[in-house]
């Protein structure tokens, strides 16, 4: 999933969940979970074009993902769990992200953290995948935020 849906389901994690190492917990391990589920982003296909376009568009959504997420809810959510829940939804591939710079060349852990999370993710194109994202998405926001 893109970091901003993950990040999302951090903070609708953050909504429910008001103990920062529970929600971190479940926000880490939610990550893998929705990314079972086909979904679309940037890693969909990115063979096709140069690695560093993809790693741009990943790095610049991820950093809209920490800053709008956190922007939109600080004011609903204890700010200190809310950012706590988003570090750890999206901590899964920060984990792998330096495979992805520096292959061939990454330290071998890296490698191996990149091929444990490919076993379990699940990509598919756009448009069913985005709809497939956002249809999660919308449903861990009902659940954090509106379900009481």
Same mark, same amino acid.
Request: charged share 10%.
């Given at each position: 999933?893109?970091?901003?849906?993950?990040?999302?389901?951090? $903070?609708?994690? $953050?909504?429910?969940?008001?103990? !920062?190492?529970?929600?971190?917990? @479940?926000?880490?391990?939610?990550?893998?979970?929705?990314?079972?589920?086909?979904?679309?982003?940037?890693?969909?296909?990115?063979?096709?074009?140069?690695?560093?376009?993809?790693?741009?568009?990943? @790095?610049?959504?991820?950093?809209?993902?920490?800053?709008?997420?956190?922007?939109?809810?600080?004011?609903?959510?204890? !700010?200190?769990?809310?950012?706590?829940?988003?570090? *750890?939804?999206?901590?899964?591939?920060?984990?792998?992200?330096?495979?992805?710079?520096?292959?061939?060349?990454? !330290?071998?852990?890296?490698?191996?953290?990149?091929? $444990?999370?490919?076993?379990?993710?699940?990509?598919?194109?756009?448009?069913?995948?985005?709809?497939?994202?956002?249809?999660?998405?919308?449903?861990?926001?009902?659940?954090? *935020?509106?379900?009481?």
């Amino acid at each position: 999933m893109t970091s901003i849906s993950h990040a999302l389901i951090g $903070a609708a994690i $953050a909504a429910k969940v008001p103990d !920062p190492t529970l929600a971190a917990t @479940i926000a880490f391990g939610t990550h893998f979970v929705c990314d079972a589920i086909p979904h679309w982003d940037w890693g969909t296909n990115w063979r096709l074009r140069p690695r560093a376009v993809t790693g741009f568009l990943a @790095i610049t959504e991820t950093f809209v993902a920490l800053v709008g997420t956190f922007m939109l809810f600080y004011k609903l959510v204890n !700010p200190m769990v809310l950012a706590i829940a988003i570090f *750890f939804s999206l901590i899964p591939d920060w984990l792998e992200a330096p495979y992805y710079l520096l292959m061939p060349k990454s !330290p071998k852990i890296f490698y191996y953290l990149y091929k $444990a999370q490919s076993l379990i993710h699940e990509r598919l194109d756009a448009p069913w995948g985005v709809i497939t994202q956002i249809t999660v998405v919308f449903a861990f926001l009902f659940v954090g *935020f509106v379900w009481k």
